[in-house]
């Protein structure tokens, strides 16, 4: 009897999952291509569009958000296609010309983290865009106790900062 209720309650499972992955797949662009970014395509990135500034008392930074596709982003729907890269470069409060820290987004696309729209993060603390290889990953990266794709749900293609 244990078995019996054992199979049935795995075939429900699977079928639930299938269910949920049809219904996913039908919402979310798939790529076939990956893009797989290295500091190298970063690097000249304060020349790139401007998104946002913001201000960060929390952390005692001041920050400048870049994206290097600006003309391939979809400003009504707020999407970015594959090779979009974002890169927040934190600045400190006392000294304005020092770079503390990056964040970054970029579009990876192929089979890498398709939960987080395909976008990989990475992360320094140091500015140095080498540095980045260091650590990054999917949305279980984390920064200062949180993931990145917890402050990023609920945005438009997880980008809290559009485009505009």
Same mark, same amino acid.
């Given at each position: /009897? @244990?078995l019996k209720?054992?199979?049935?309650? /795995?075939?429900?499972?699977?079928?639930?999952?299938? =269910?949920?992955?049809?219904? $996913?797949?039908?919402?979310? +662009?798939?790529?076939?291509?990956?893009? =797989?970014?290295?500091?190298?395509?970063?690097? &000249?990135?304060?020349?790139? +569009?401007?998104?946002? $500034?913001?201000?960060?008392?929390?952390? !005692?930074?001041?920050? +400048?958000?870049?994206?290097?596709? *600006?003309?391939?982003?979809?400003? %009504?729907? #707020?999407? $970015? *296609?594959? &090779? +979009? =890269?974002?890169?927040?470069? &934190?600045?400190?409060?006392?000294?304005?010309? @020092?770079?503390?820290?990056?964040?970054? /987004?970029?579009?990876? &696309? #192929?089979?890498? !983290?398709?939960?987080? !729209? $395909?976008?990989?993060?990475?992360y320094t603390?140091? #500015?140095? =865009?080498?540095?980045?290889?260091?650590?990054?990953?999917?949305?279980?990266? %984390?920064?200062?106790?949180?993931?990145?794709?917890?402050?990023?749900? #609920?945005?438009?293609?997880?980008?809290?900062?559009q485009y505009?």
């Open positions: /009897m @244990k209720t054992i199979i049935i309650t /795995m075939v429900s499972l699977i079928s639930l999952l299938n =269910i949920t992955a049809c219904v $996913y797949n039908d919402a979310v +662009t798939l790529y076939e291509e990956e893009f =797989i970014f290295s500091p190298e395509d970063i690097e &000249g990135y304060q020349e790139w +569009t401007i998104i946002d $500034y913001s201000d960060r008392p929390d952390i !005692n930074q001041w920050r +400048t958000i870049y994206i290097n596709k *600006p003309e391939e982003a979809d400003r %009504t729907e #707020g999407s $970015y *296609p594959l &090779g +979009t =890269i974002l890169v927040k470069e &934190g600045r400190s409060y006392s000294d304005r010309t @020092k770079v503390v820290s990056l964040q970054v /987004m970029a579009k990876r &696309g #192929g089979t890498f !983290n398709p939960l987080g !729209n $395909y976008w990989e993060w990475a603390a140091s #500015g140095d =865009i080498h540095a980045l290889n260091d650590y990054r990953g999917d949305n279980s990266l %984390t920064l200062n106790g949180n993931t990145c794709i917890s402050c990023h749900q #609920g945005y438009n293609d997880l980008v809290v900062k505009k």
